[in-house]
């Protein structure tokens, strides 16, 4: 399990999308017993597929809501898009062309900015 969790990380790092740094930090995260019974809890029990329902739910409260997409995701295809704004009508989306799911690590400074003016523009 480690070394599959692990590879998607290296994957990514001969790709360019994150630093050797960032596969360092998660490989040591592995091995904490815990942190992998979490991540394992999440496939055991998380609904991968269509949470339209769970979506329209939270999209009618008022939560202000920021989502930051890369069109190349193949994790959470950026082709549902347009159904994600349409569940959530008051949200924001952030598109990262050409990126694909690591967007936190793959761009950090962008996500920062964008988490931080989402934040201080609270009304």
Same mark, same amino acid.
């Given at each position: 399990?480690?070394?599959?969790? =692990? /590879?998607?990380?290296?994957?990514?790092?001969?790709?360019g999308l994150v630093s050797n740094e960032i596969v360092k930090k998660y490989a040591e995260q592995l091995h904490f017993k815990r942190y992998r019974h979490a991540l394992l809890s999440?496939?055991?029990?998380?609904?991968?597929q269509n949470l339209s329902?769970?979506?329209k739910i939270l999209g009618e409260k008022d939560i202000p809501t920021l989502i930051l997409w890369g069109t190349l995701d193949s994790t959470v295809p950026y082709s549902g898009a347009s159904k994600i704004r349409e =569940?959530?009508?008051k949200s924001k989306l952030a598109t990262f062309e050409g990126?694909?799911? /690591?967007?936190?690590? /793959?761009?950090?400074?962008?996500?920062?900015? =964008?988490?931080?003016e989402f934040l201080g523009n609270k009304n």
């Amino acid at each position: 399990g480690k070394k599959n969790l =692990l /590879s998607g990380f290296q994957e990514d790092a001969n790709k360019g999308l994150v630093s050797n740094e960032i596969v360092k930090k998660y490989a040591e995260q592995l091995h904490f017993k815990r942190y992998r019974h979490a991540l394992l809890s999440t496939m055991r029990n998380y609904p991968m597929q269509n949470l339209s329902r769970e979506y329209k739910i939270l999209g009618e409260k008022d939560i202000p809501t920021l989502i930051l997409w890369g069109t190349l995701d193949s994790t959470v295809p950026y082709s549902g898009a347009s159904k994600i704004r349409e =569940l959530f009508p008051k949200s924001k989306l952030a598109t990262f062309e050409g990126v694909e799911h /690591s967007i936190v690590y /793959s761009h950090p400074e962008k996500v920062n900015r =964008l988490v931080l003016e989402f934040l201080g523009n609270k009304n």
